[in-house]
Structures are given as structure tokens and as C-alpha cells.
């Protein structure tokens, strides 16, 4: 297995950022085109664990670096607070309401710290700089909309409260299922079928929520026909919800479909695989190769060499294949770049380990998680 990283939630490119006078440089910057200070916090991927830094202060106009030098990561996560509330998604970190540098994200209260829900910025698969403007498409709660508003109870300005006075993580809403409407096959081929969904994310420019079914991906993007709300409501769902998917589909049914979406309804506990699923996904590394590793976010697989990205692919967990010849479960896997697919045999997923067996070579592979 050798390949790299990609998505998650509607953002404003760097192109946004252009017309700020500010000098460019490689790492990752926020900047704040908002009427009011927003104080940034943000999250990564540490060299031992999760970890999270805050708060940059950034007054209206202004921006700041707040990861120097080249990227080395395509995801990193972040929360602003201000008098506009923030629109969180299921990304959790530690935080505090002082300067603060905080290894670990779990047992937040029992270490001194608070919990708190972020959003996540996705750079790209080879951006070495990156500019995030807010307020970004979705960010910012806007009335009657779906946005869940943020859990959090740290921040240089206090807590963050509703109207009503509860704290918003109190008030946040349970997704059910979302229709439009919209008649079938008013945009293109009508369709109905079952698949997983992959998150919300930016790539080149355009942000989209997506699916996995039948080894491939389904994207509806922002600034198509599905209704924004339906979109933004679904930026609260967890990465791999089984739900069933009615829509249009626009163009060739390829590896990577766009599609208008007019109803997705979730089917809590209807993927076979969810327990598998759920153990498999994080960073892996080679225990016979260190430097061989790869990423497992949803149903897709983003694969590294020596630190660097190599390539990403769709997986998706089966009974059995043709090269396993009735061993199972199996994981497979399509290369996006030339579309080539391989099997690997699951022998064992528990204790931070996941051993594998490729059937064409006979060869047993061994990964620990990378935590």
C-alpha cells in the first residue's frame, strides 16, 4: 500500500485572500474580513498526538500566520471565536481561555481544559501555503439556517451562548432526513441508492459534500442545484453515516459522479462493516518499512512515502474477491490516478494494529497506528 491525503467543509480559497495587503509566504494563514476580532485557535496532526494552539488575535482587515514555512499536512482545524458565534463541526480539540499549546484531544476536563468543536480546513493535496478568509461559506450561522453553532465553552470573550442562554452545544440540532422537493429527474438521470457519507471538503476551489457507493464517489457541490441548506445541515454529519441518497446525476456515471441531491435519509446501523470501518480509520505506518504509511479517513485512503503524499484511493470493505478466492473480509482498493484496483485479506484490526495479506503475492503486511 502506497499512496496520500484529501477533504471537509465549505471554505473561501486563497484567491479571496489576494486582494489583502499582506506579503505571501509558505505555511497557513487567516485572514479576517469580518466586522469584528476574531480570536483563531487551531488543530493538527502533532509529531506524538493531536494538538491544538490558540488564540491569534485578528482585527478586521488584518490576517495571521499561524503555521510557518512549507505545509507538510493537507488538514488542519480551527475555531474563531467573536460576537458572530462560529459554526462548529464534529472535530473536537482541547482549549483554554489563555495563550495555551495543548498535546492530546481527549479528557479535555479531566487534564484542566475545556472541549471544543472546530471546523476543518482542507489545503489540498500539494499546497505548501494556504489562506482560509472568514468569514467562510458556512462559518458563520446565519438566520433560520441549519449551521450547527459551536459547543464551545473556551474562548478570550467567554462562552458562547444562545438567545435563550443555554450553551450551544445544548441546542444543537439531531440530523434527520433532508428532502428539497425537487422532482426527480429534473437536473438529470434520476437514481436511488445506498451509500457512505464522506464529509463536506474543498477541492481546486470548489467546495462539495460526498458519498461512497459501489466504489464510487458522489459529489454535490455548493454552487449547484442542491439546496445550500441541505448542505450545510450535512456538515454535521459524521464521516461514514450509512444513508440511503435520492437524486439527480449529472453527466457520465464515472469513478467520480457530480450529482444534485433531493433527499438523504440516514440508516443508523445499516453498514455490516461499521465496526471495521470505525478500527481501520487514522494514520497507519509500516512495521516493516517505516517509511510506508497511510491515511484512512471515510472510505478513502491516502498513501505516504518517507512523509511525503504519494497518491489517494477509494476502499471499500467486501465479503470476499476474486484474488482472495472466498477469504474475507477483504479491503479494496481503486487507485485514482490510473483506476487500477487491488484486494488485500483483513486478518486482524484491534490494539492499534492491522495486519493484511495481499493474495497475488502471499506477502502478510503489519501496520501500527500512528498516535
Not at 471537509?8 to 469584528?36: D, S
Request: hydrophobic share 40%; with cysteine.
Amino acid at each position: 500500500m502506497a499512496d496520500g491525503p484529501a477533504p471537509a467543509a465549505a471554505l473561501v480559497l486563497a484567491a479571496l485572500a489576494g486582494a489583502l495587503p499582506t506579503a505571501a509566504a509558505a505555511g497557513l494563514e487567516i485572514c479576517n474580513e469580518t466586522e469584528v476580532l476574531q480570536s483563531v485557535a487551531i488543530g493538527y496532526k502533532g509529531g506524538r498526538d493531536w494538538t491544538s494552539e490558540g488564540w491569534w488575535n485578528i482585527e478586521p482587515g488584518d490576517c495571521a500566520t499561524l503555521v510557518t514555512g512549507g505545509l507538510t499536512k493537507r488538514y488542519y482545524y480551527y475555531h474563531a471565536f467573536s460576537s458572530q458565534g462560529f459554526a462548529s463541526q464534529n472535530y473536537v480539540f482541547c482549549t483554554k481561555d489563555k495563550a495555551f499549546t495543548i498535546v492530546g484531544d481527549t479528557d479535555c476536563e479531566g487534564r484542566g481544559y475545556e472541549t471544543t468543536r472546530f471546523r476543518e480546513i482542507d489545503t489540498g493535496e500539494t499546497a505548501i501555503d494556504f489562506t482560509l478568509t472568514l468569514p467562510e461559506a458556512g462559518a458563520v450561522p446565519e438566520p433560520g439556517g441549519t449551521a450547527v453553532i459551536s459547543a464551545s465553552g473556551s474562548g478570550p470573550g467567554g462562552i458562547a451562548r444562545g438567545e435563550d442562554g443555554t450553551s450551544a452545544a445544548s441546542a444543537a440540532p439531531v440530523l434527520t432526513d433532508l428532502a428539497s422537493g425537487t422532482a426527480a429527474g429534473t437536473h438529470g438521470a434520476p437514481f436511488a441508492l445506498d451509500a457512505l457519507f464522506q464529509g463536506c471538503e474543498l477541492e481546486d476551489g470548489r467546495a462539495y459534500c460526498g458519498f461512497h457507493a459501489e466504489g464510487r464517489k458522489l459529489r454535490a457541490f455548493y454552487d449547484g442545484p442542491t439546496p445550500a441548506g441541505m448542505l450545510h445541515a450535512l456538515e454535521a454529519m459524521p464521516v461514514n453515516t450509512p444513508v440511503r441518497l435520492r437524486g439527480d446525476r449529472l453527466g457520465a456515471r464515472d469513478l467520480q459522479t457530480a450529482v444534485v441531491l433531493r433527499a438523504v435519509t440516514p440508516m443508523p446501523g445499516s453498514d455490516p462493516d461499521a465496526g471495521l470501518r470505525a478500527a481501520m480509520q487514522g494514520d497507519w505506518i509500516s512495521q516493516q518499512d517505516q517509511r510506508v504509511g497511510f491515511t484512512i479517513r471515510g472510505s478513502e485512503l491516502y498513501t505516504r512515502y518517507d512523509g511525503a503524499y504519494r497518491g489517494a484511493r477509494f476502499m471499500r470493505l467486501a465479503a470476499t474477491c476474486d484474488a482472495a478466492k472466498g477469504a474475507g473480509p477483504v479491503l479494496v482498493q481503486t487507485k485514482l490516478k490510473d483506476r487500477s484496483t487491488a484486494c488485500f485479506v483483513v486478518e486482524k484490526v484491534e490494539d492499534g494494529v492491522m495486519e493484511l495479506t495481499d493474495p497475488s503475492r502471499g506477502a502478510r503486511l503489519r501496520y501500527v497506528a500512528d498516535r
